[in-house]
């Protein structure tokens, strides 16, 4: 079992900047990918950035080199850097893991999501 606790979220200013951080805990799991989708309301959930094991990362066409994603292996952690933020922005952002285990070759985990609002 992998716990996500995601933290970094609030309210922003448009043009302003934002740090999310996602810690994976829990034992018996190698991590494979990491990644961050956002949601915002009526809208479909979407990859903002996603970096594998060999920090290869991609983005979704809307960053348009506005985020960068980074992960400590050491820590478990995944982090995304968010500059020049949009009202558009706005939403919740999930972090995902996906994970290898004894039994399982892939298991996708999410965190409880963390408000971004972007607005003057």
């Known amino acids: 079992q992998v716990q996500l606790v995601e933290s970094g979220g609030g309210l922003v200013q448009p043009g302003g900047s934002l740090k999310l951080s996602c810690v994976a805990s829990?034992?018996?799991?190698?991590?494979?990918?990491m990644a961050w989708y956002r949601q915002a309301p009526g809208k479909r959930r979407e990859l903002v950035a996603r970096?594998?094991?060999?920090?290869?990362?991609n983005y979704g066409e809307f960053v348009k080199g506005r985020f960068t994603i980074s992960r400590d292996n050491a820590k478990n952690t995944v982090y995304l850097e968010m500059n020049s933020l949009r009202p558009e922005d706005t939403a919740v952002y999930y972090c995902n893991v996906g994970v290898t285990t004894r039994e399982d070759p892939w298991i996708d985990y999410w965190g409880q999501g963390t408000q971004v609002t972007v607005s003057s």
């Open positions: 829990g034992s018996g799991f190698n991590i494979n990918s």
């Open positions: 970096i594998t094991t060999g920090s290869r990362t």
